[in-house]
């Protein structure tokens, strides 16, 4: 079973207020509550920035295997905040890779760079992957990176984040077997992202909030 196939079943996920105000509140079994430490909010005084700023808070671990490396083709936003909430949002991703290849939906690295429907998101598909006994391996590259700023508000900072994703060098992996299932590049090997992206001010750490994932993405391929 390839990497993609996976994902795109939780695909299409709609980043709207009406519904992250649902998902967290919901109270069903994908409400945030099921999701351990997925109803933090942004202001946790662990919470802490990326790259240069704040360097004295930890970070939660989102290191991959060796066989599994994923590039961020990204340059680097001259504007300060637009620049963390683009790196914490490829750390949200890292942090999603993270919990397939320990095998572990409830990782506290997504659960750090992510809140409410993106949460849910991340668990859902970590969680696919556990129970499907598969993990990943290969190369997997994000780019075409593309910045919006959002709301602002007296407390609370956002930006929408998009990027595309070229997963044809990326492979499911059989978790006991280490059988790898490679596949051939095809329209279904691209995806783009939208990650609604928030910070609370004063908080340099950004946390995805809302992510859709638009499957077969055309203008992502070539």
């Known amino acids: 079973m390839a990497r993609r196939a996976l994902k795109t079943t939780a695909a299409t996920l709609t980043a709207t207020a009406a519904l992250l105000l649902t998902a967290c509140g919901g109270g069903g079994d994908d409400s945030s509550d099921d999701i351990k430490g997925a109803d933090k909010g942004a202001s946790s005084p662990s919470a802490s920035a990326s790259g240069s700023a704040a360097t004295d808070v930890d970070r939660p671990d989102v290191s991959l295997p060796n066989d599994l490396d994923l590039v961020f083709d990204f340059e680097k936003p001259s504007d300060q905040d637009s620049a963390a909430a683009l790196e914490d949002a490829a750390n949200y991703i890292r942090a999603l890779n993270h919990g397939i290849t320990k095998q572990d939906p409830g990782d506290p690295a997504f659960q750090f760079y992510s809140s409410g429907q993106a949460a849910q998101y991340a668990h859902s598909q970590i969680k696919e992957y556990v129970d499907g006994g598969w993990t ?87």
């Not at 595309?164 to 590049?185: A, F, I, L, W």
């Not at 939208?194 to 908080?203: Q, R, Y």
């Open 136 to 222: 990943l391996t290969g190369e997997d590259r994000y780019y075409k990176a593309e910045i919006r700023p959002g709301d602002e508000s007296e407390k609370v900072n956002t930006v929408s984040v998009t990027f595309c994703e070229d997963q044809s060098k990326v492979y499911g992996k059989e978790v006991k077997s280490e059988k790898v299932h490679r596949t051939k590049e095809s329209l279904a090997s691209f995806q783009k992202f939208t990650i609604l992206m928030a910070s609370v001010k004063g908080n340099p750490v950004w946390r995805a909030q809302q992510v859709t994932v638009e499957g077969k993405a055309e203008e992502c391929r070539g």
